[in-house]
């Protein structure tokens, strides 16, 4: 494997507060998408594995980076390394400027309506462990609802599950159609003046299901519930508005995204954010420090006691310029294409099933194959440098659903291709030429 020498590539004058002043990148003609033009970003993509050229269909656990992202924290490494916050020093000042232009770039993202209402985190999971332990431990209680629609994955499960046992509320489970969707149905009748939150994710991890988000955050509005959304699928595939949503907690992951790992964001509503007590103490979080009284800071570095992932906002600070220099739309459009070109495709495989049929949704496929444990179809494409993933995908009541323990999973990016599709089937074609 090569890694690309980046040092070479390091600008001569520190580049954060260049960073900051943004936009950074030039933009594309809007309409005009291309899947290889935006290939050519990434240098993962030009690997070999095993012999083939890469095709990576693994992009619902990661998405790949873009030499802009990699650059970008080698030159902030290599050029602009400091804490930030702490205002000693000009190399202080400027991380704390990429920073905060980091914060203010998540919120134009998200379309929130200020930069304060963000709250950066190491993902989607710890966004959602957040908001359980300070929002959901003060306003959760004995006979209360959590409804969790049954496609989550586990990380917006799991920590309300944890905060229901110690608050004696309960996490009800919101049952799916059989082709996959949230029953709407089942929904409103669950809905209640006990309904106190609703969690639900934006598009599924493991069915592809992208729910009617604003409609069923308006139906619990209705009865007063706060409405969490788990975005870790839905950002990468298509514009997220979480003011149009009406949504009062958006959560995701920066490494899906095409940034790093170790970084995300949770959005919240001012309002409710206002109100919510840290999580976690220690610095960077406080006003002042007393053993008689201690004083929080404002949020949201109220809530994010410790030294942040600096480096990693400045990656996805990359990545979201990276991003916005395309068509946005014009990428969903060719996702879709892409999607219904693989559904088709893998559609000719014999005894292969693709688990979920939602109309809308993103372009996740997952699939059993007659014959092969999933485990062993993803070893088989392993061989062929085709990199797909098998097993629960952290959604086991969304297996179960289907009367599955495991499955495997091709998830697509914008970067992937029709040829790349075709590989993937025709290694399927012979999987099943080979055991039949
Ligand atoms: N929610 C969904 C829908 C996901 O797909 C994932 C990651 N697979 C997560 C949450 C958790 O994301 P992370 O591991 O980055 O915190």
């Known amino acids: 494997m090569t890694i690309p020498d980046l040092t070479r590539q390091l600008p001569e004058a520190p580049v954060l507060p260049a960073m900051s002043r943004q936009p950074a990148a030039v933009p594309r003609p809007r309409g005009a998408y291309s899947a290889e033009t935006a290939r050519q970003d990434f240098p993962v993509l030009h690997r070999t594995v095993n012999g083939h050229p890469l095709v990576w269909l693994d992009n619902g656990a990661t998405t790949q980076k873009p030499r802009q992202v990699i650059e970008a924290l080698a030159a902030y490494y290599g050029t602009?390394?400091?804490?930030?916050?702490?205002?000693?020093?000009?190399?202080?000042?400027?991380?704390?400027?990429?920073?905060?232009?980091?914060?203010?770039?998540?919120?134009?993202?998200?379309?929130?309506?200020?930069?304060?209402?963000?709250?950066?985190?190491?993902?989607?999971?710890?966004?959602?462990?957040?908001?359980?332990?300070?929002?959901?431990?003060?306003?959760?209680?004995?006979?209360?609802?959590?409804?969790?629609?049954?496609?989550?994955?586990?990380?917006?499960?799991?920590?309300?599950?944890?905060?229901?046992?110690?608050?004696?509320?309960?996490?009800?489970?919101?049952?799916?159609?059989?082709?996959?969707?949230?029953?709407?149905?089942?929904?409103?009748?669950?809905?209640?003046?006990?309904?106190?939150?609703?969690?639900?994710?934006?598009?599924?991890?493991?069915?592809?299901?992208?729910?009617?988000?604003?409609?069923?955050?308006?139906?619990?509005?209705?009865?007063?519930?706060?409405?969490?959304?788990?975005?870790?699928?839905?950002?990468?595939?298509?514009?997220?508005?979480?003011?149009?949503?009406?949504?009062?907690?958006?959560?995701?992951?920066?490494?899906?995204?095409?940034?790093?790992t170790g970084i995300g964001a949770l959005y919240a509503k001012p309002e409710v954010l206002a109100d919510m007590r840290p999580w976690q103490g220690g610095g960077n979080m406080i006003d002042s420090v007393d053993f008689g009284l201690t004083t929080f800071a404002p949020v949201p570095h109220r809530m994010e006691a410790g030294t942040g992932n600096i480096g990693g906002v400045i990656g996805l600070l990359a990545a979201l310029d990276w991003l916005g220099s395309f068509d946005r739309d014009a990428v969903t459009a060719y996702e879709e294409g892409l999607m219904a070109y693989a559904r088709q495709a893998m559609a000719t495989v014999p005894g292969l099933e693709l688990v979920g049929a939602a109309p809308e949704r993103i372009a996740v496929l997952t699939f059993t194959l007659a014959g092969h444990d999933p485990a062993a179809v993803a070893d088989w494409l392993d061989r062929d440098g085709i990199a797909i993933r098998a097993g629960h995908h952290c959604a086991q009541p969304a297996l179960a659903h289907y009367g599955l323990e495991s499955a495997a999973r091709a998830s697509l990016a914008l970067y992937n291709t029709s040829e790349e599709v075709d590989r993937l089937v025709a290694s399927l074609h012979r999987l099943q030429q080979t055991s039949g």
């Open 80 to 260: 602009a390394n400091s804490n930030i916050h702490r205002g000693a020093h000009t190399m202080a000042r400027e991380a704390t400027e990429a920073y905060e232009a980091g914060r203010a770039a998540v919120a134009r993202f998200l379309g929130a309506p200020d930069p304060a209402s963000i709250v950066f985190v190491r993902g989607t999971t710890e966004a959602v462990n957040l908001v359980a332990q300070s929002w959901g431990q003060d306003n959760l209680g004995p006979g209360d609802d959590i409804l969790v629609p049954v496609l989550e994955h586990h990380s917006n499960i799991v920590p309300w599950q944890m905060v229901a046992g110690r608050t004696r509320a309960r996490v009800v489970p919101v049952p799916l159609t059989p082709e996959g969707e949230i029953d709407r149905f089942a929904y409103e009748d669950l809905l209640s003046s006990r309904t106190r939150l609703v969690a639900l994710s934006h598009a599924s991890n493991v069915l592809g299901t992208v729910p009617p988000v604003r409609e069923m955050t308006a139906l619990a509005h209705r009865y007063g519930a706060k409405v969490l959304v788990d975005g870790a699928q839905a950002v990468a595939h298509f514009p997220v508005d979480v003011t149009e949503l009406d949504a009062d907690f958006y959560a995701f992951s920066g490494h899906k995204l095409f940034a790093p």
